[in-house]
T-cell receptor, first 112, second 117 residues
């Protein structure tokens, strides 16, 4: 199972762009990379998913280098409401993908 | 988007009693659901995989007789914490994926806060 490593915490200010990097050195060929956001006392919420290069949606961008051993979640112009824990997960969507093993996650603290 | 709902959102029970937590997929059928436990300021820990019509698969270290899982229909999985003790107090979360969808994201329930007194 691919293991992920993320910084435990990050601080930012409102309006800044935040980049959270995740390391997954033993990612398998069929694995996708998915990022989730979790607020206290709530279930995780899907942010973005990708396999390689760059993926962008209405809330974030995901950058994946060619070797896929890491990925970077980019949150543009964060606000106070983006204070949360962000999890990076890897898994095979056509296998038992949902059997996510969560890493420690990154606690993002957005300051005014 | 697809919705996974848990009930109850909070429950307090006395030590020694059993508590049932429900996880429902509201607008899709889920042959497989997953149960997680999360202690304060910690990450989610996968407990078991719930399979419709068959026995659940438990992760190493999780007592199957303690945490009973039933997945009797394609839209409902239940987790029963039997003979609960204070150390079982935790945040329990379920998840499911919409089958046969190109988008392979997992949907999570809102969680159930269990407090054993």
């Amino acid at each position: 199972l691919a293991k992920t490593t993320q910084p435990i915490s990050m601080d930012s200010y409102e309006g800044q762009e935040v980049n959270i990097t995740c390391s997954h050195n033993n990612i398998a060929t069929n694995d996708y990379i998915t990022w989730y956001q979790q607020f206290p006392s709530q279930g995780p919420r899907f942010i973005i998913q990708g396999y390689k290069t760059k993926v962008t949606n209405e809330v974030a961008s995901l950058f994946i280098p060619a070797d896929r051993k890491s990925s970077t979640l980019s949150l543009p112009r964060v606000s106070l409401s983006d204070t949360a824990v962000y999890y990076c997960l890897v898994g095979d969507p056509y296998g038992n993908f949902n059997k996510f093993y969560f890493g420690s996650g990154t606690k993002l603290n957005v300051k005014p | 988007g697809a919705v996974v709902s848990q009930h109850p959102s909070r429950v307090i029970c006395k030590s020694g009693t059993s508590v049932k937590i429900e996880c429902r997929s509201l607008d899709f059928q889920a042959t497989t659901m997953f149960w997680y436990r999360q202690f304060p300021k910690q990450s989610l820990m996968l407990m078991a995989t719930s399979n419709e019509g068959s026995k659940a698969t438990y992760e190493q270290g999780v007592e199957k007789d303690k945490f009973l899982i039933n997945h009797a229909s394609l839209t409902l999985s239940t987790l029963t914490v039997t003979s609960a003790h204070p150390e079982d107090s935790s945040f329990y979360i379920c998840s499911a994926r919409v089958p046969d969808r190109e988008n392979t994201e997992a949907f999570f329930g809102q969680g159930t806060r269990l407090t054993v007194v």
